[in-house]
């Protein structure tokens, strides 16, 4: 069985007290999960805060992005080996954001993930359309582009030491959510593809949902049998609606 995850993607919010009130919520509100992983993935300059505040406890944090070079002249880039510095487990590759508003395109995103791995990061890869393309029927084409570009760099056993996250971007910050059986065909796509590779890595890889799940949605999305947990974003700033999307993933 897959063990769920719920991941906060802080995204550029945050501050020094603020992180402090809503991670010792979070903490507490969190203590009972069981089947449920819980993380946070905090901006570059609050990592040293957020590993102090969560390490010995059982959340989880990781970074944003990652450059796909070790070291050298690259202004304003954060590598892989100062990610672990800070003790992160995880960092998000690919988030759209990224792809749409910085430029990284599938083999950058694939290079990131690369490095994250050999670092011993656990990267969660992100993929999803935008409306334009589901409308015109391309879901499965885009995903599938995204998603071969990692297995081409990689393989497909490194996904096992991975997390994907569908995030159709349609749905991202927007308040509009995939239905469950929206996401879950998605879903189910990215594991059959996975599967054609390797049925075993498929049948244990977590593929997270992600865009505008709040507290009143997530029981439903989390119902769904190919949906192992959601990647957050308002809604993992508030700890009352991030606890309450955790327990909706235990339960
Ligand atoms: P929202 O939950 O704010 O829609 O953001 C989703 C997301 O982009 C998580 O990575």
Known sequence: MRLKLVAGNWKMHGGIERNRDLLSIVISGTAGLQKTACAVCVPY????????????????WGAQ????HDMGAYTGEVSADMLTDFCCYYVIVGHSERRT???ENSRT????????????????????ETLEQREAGFTEQVVREQLDAVIGLVGVDALARSVLAYE?????????????QQAQDVHVFIRNIVASY?????????????GSVKASNAAELFAMLDIDGGLIGGASLVAEEFISICLAAQN
């Open 45 to 60: 300059p609050y990592l040293s805060q957020v590993q102090s505040l969560l390490k010995n406890t059982h959340v989880s």
């Open 65 to 68: 992005n990652i450059s796909q």
């Open 101 to 103: 508003l910085y430029g």
């Open 109 to 128: 995103v694939s290079l990131k993930f690369k490095v994250a791995q050999d670092a011993g990061l656990v990267p969660i890869l992100c993929v999803g």
């Open 168 to 180: 159709p971007i349609w749905a991202i910050g927007t308040g509009k959510t995939a239905t469950p």
């Open 198 to 210: 390797n049925v075993k890595v498929a049948a244990e890889l977590r593929i997270l949902y992600g």
